[in-house]
């Protein structure tokens, strides 16, 4: 039984793994996903020696919400819907999977990333990748062509994890999607209004919009002198440019994906800039890309889009970035993406994921994305009915990590805290309001109430004080 | 090619099975089905001939919610969670899929429903389905023992469905659970006691709380002569009951699995039986059931567990059942369920659904089910360390189906409709206010507000109305 001696070998290896991290002080999750490894090893073994050991866990990159982690989510819940409900969205749910077939052909190189399900006689289905392929599905089985809608839900993707920069495998989004034939640039600069008021009530610290337009992309690519059947692969290239230097994209379009130094370089030019409604000004001038008709129409749009959003009063954080690609197949015109300033404290990111080969630092990166898809609508109505939709989705757990870390840090107290360094806590955190449960207002039946700001206090019967902190919070 | 000419054989029979349905005018949801597999062969055919068609619709057994559907959704929940709520109970969020182990063992016969994740490299997983199993795991998990919680998310279930009664493959369960040691009977009586609340807080007319204990079946088996290890299948066959008459039940009994004639009959007997305390303390007295320790148990519990209804005053609506068994394993004590009386009306349910041949009739049958499963969370735990639970679990589905239905009659006017018409609508549907804008109204810019119940009417400047309903609906 050479097999039987292979496996122990491997286990006592593996054993010596675990040790090791253990003893190393690994983060919790590396050691959970070795140990995980020993004992399926262990029940491979089978038999007397290897009794089947169940392994308690979640799905990797999957998490349980505790009570505590609910009432953040449900926070940052009302905060979005109340946004969303505010400019005219209704809602709407889909299943949790899809016919595998509504999902091919809409995600380019992602959709390696699908979750299908187990063919057990039936149908062939995958679990739903976003909210905006549903959707679509929706409106055409539906034979809608004018919606405004929100979707709050989970969506599947077989990704890496990087589980405390809230990168997980099972995820919330949400989505505002407006369908219908509108005048050019209005729904669109909504739905970058949208982003803006969201980011701002969730207080999340500063953030960038960028926006660019698939069309102005391709128009580029075309007098760069990429060939038409690469657009989309090097579209998928110059996205990563968010997660590598210029130099490794460049490589990888040049050795990978078989474009010339030449081409390579030209487009480096391009996608260096940044700006704003000025840079569509004066990409506008330039003699090669104004003379491409794709171009041409989305350097126009993206001055009109800038003139809706100086009257939103927005401008202030959105930029024209020429290297935003986003790597959805379905995109047709204006893309954007939502970037927070704030990184995550490094004591919460584990040492692996601060050397992961794709992880440059640990800012939390992208928290919102989207952008208009004319054509996908077409692809599920059997006649090929075209109903022009522009959307936005909200990547929630990004923002909840930090919201709980925040929430962690409200309920680190330390012990035997004196009252006055509980007060100069509260000043310094915003807490509007203390109440204070002394000896005296024990004996008196009373608690006190201090206005953090005004630094006033006032006693207030047990039984009015839920009304009084009520009245005093409003 | 025989094959292809076979093929082409069977694409012709179905398109008459197709156009006969048509005919028929069958439901949609038969030609739907019908149409679907006609598609896949033509798809199998390939080539020319039959060129791949996309079929448009969601998976079988699930739907999509419209914005009307999600308002009664959310009208729904909020009043179970606030009943919830007003118990006590916290809330938390578990994955959509766990580990396919997790859920190895739990169910019984139900166990071949459940939906495999296809094996793309890494673990094996299946979507959960039901919301107890990961719950005993989280407690496992997370070594809690004592929680009060609710959870509300879709499962799943690749059962046979059946649409229009509510009967889904993606289907929501509203959970709330107790973990943790108390005196006898008391968060059991809670269980019962907040279905009792949300079943009559929805409005959905009368209904029945059916409530058994596993130790009374396992020992009424026992003393009836059915060998151990038939307990758990026999189980499952009583369970039938609720669908099958007790004729086809023994027929089960005897012919698949292997009963007596005698031992049936003996069950037979017993699970004819319904009542109150008053079936307890008879039961206390029989000679043979007192004798077993199990049915001891689980009477002299039951006589307790009727004392608190008394004292919560839910007794009207509970019966002592012997025939409600419950499928699933994982039950140890009180096991309760709540049926509807109500029946939805046959111009909604397909003729197919009708002639089905576990259905009979159509009422919307079960709404609530649950019970104790003390040993589930020592299953998971690695020391095998028991955490005593009782739950129940909502299920929305059915309840959706008849408000749904109910909203329906609330938007179906007349076309011209009179006034005199409208506001009898009003007073026998119970709509406690009525804003009429006629000519005079526009004139003079106010609303005219009618209190159906007392016919007093008063205008209103259009700028209060809002502040008007709302003091008048308080």
Redesign the interface.
Same mark, same amino acid.
């Given at each position: 039984m050479a097999d039987k001696a292979q496996l122990q070998e491997a286990i006592k290896t593996q054993g010596e793994v675990v040790r090791k991290l253990k003893s190393e002080k690994a983060s919790k999750e590396q050691i959970d996903e070795e140990v995980a490894k020993l004992l399926q090893l262990k029940a491979q073994l089978g038999g007397d020696e290897g009794k089947h050991v169940?392994? $308690?866990? +979640? &799905?990797?990159g +999957?998490?349980?919400?505790?009570?505590k982690q609910?009432a953040i989510?449900e926070k940052v819940f009302s905060i979005i819907i109340s946004c969303f409900k505010r400019h005219g969205a209704?809602?709407? @749910? +889909?299943?949790?999977?899809?016919?595998k077939?509504t999902l091919t052909g809409k995600y380019g190189e992602d959709s390696k990333l699908i979750?299908? $399900?187990? @063919?057990?006689g039936?149908?062939l $289905?995958s679990?739903r990748y976003d909210l905006t392929v549903p959707f679509a599905?929706?409106l &055409? $089985?539906?034979k809608i062509t004018n919606i405004k809608?929100y979707h709050i839900a989970?969506v599947?993707r077989?990704d890496n994890p990087a589980m405390t920069r809230g990168r997980y495998r099972?995820f919330y989004q949400c989505d505002f999607d407006i369908a219908g034939q509108y005048d050019a640039m209005i729904p669109d600069a909504e739905c970058l209004k949208i982003v803006y008021e969201i980011l701002n009530e969730l207080d999340l610290g500063d953030f960038r919009i960028k926006v660019n337009d698939r069309r102005i992309l391709d128009g580029m690519f075309a007098v760069c002198g990429v060939p038409d059947e690469k657009f989309r692969t090097i579209c998928s290239t110059v996205d990563k440019l968010d997660k590598m230097a210029w130099e490794d994209v460049k490589k990888e379009m040049v050795n990978e994906k078989g474009l010339s130094e030449d081409v390579a370089d030209r487009i480096g030019e391009y996608v260096s800039m940044q700006g704003g409604q000025d840079l569509a000004e004066r990409l506008l001038q330039d003699p090669k890309l104004s003379q491409n008709k794709q171009a041409f129409a989305g350097l126009t749009d993206m001055k009109l889009l800038f003139s809706y959003l100086e009257l939103f009063q927005v401008t202030d954080k959105v930029v024209f970035d020429l290297s935003l690609a986003r790597g959805l197949d379905y995109y047709t015109g204006v893309i954007y993406e939502a970037i927070l300033s704030q990184t995550i404290p490094a004591s919460v990111s584990t040492p692996a994921e601060q050397n992961g080969a794709d992880e440059a630092g640990v800012s939390v990166g992208s928290v919102a994305g989207g952008g208009r898809y004319d054509g996908l609508v077409g692809m599920? @109505?059997?006649k090929g009915r075209k109903v022009p939709c522009v959307g936005v989705s909200i990547g929630i757990e990004r923002i909840f990590s930090i919201m709980e870390q925040k929430a962690e840090a409200e309920v680190l107290y330390k012990k035997n805290p004196k009252l006055l360094s509980q007060l100069q806590h509260c000043e310094e955190t915003g807490i509007p309001l203390v109440a204070i449960l002394g000896e005296q207002e024990l004996k008196d039946g009373v608690v006190k109430l201090r206005n953090v700001a005004s630094r006033e206090e006032v006693d207030v019967p047990r039984a009015d004080l839920v009304d009084e902190i009520k009245k005093r919070t409003l």
């Open positions: 169940f392994v $308690l866990k +979640t &799905a990797k +999957t998490r349980d919400y505790n009570p609910m989510r209704e809602t709407i @749910d +889909t299943p949790v999977f899809e016919l077939e979750y299908d $399900l187990k @063919d057990q039936g149908e $289905l679990l599905r929706y &055409a $089985l539906n809608r989970k599947y077989r099972e599920f @109505d059997p």
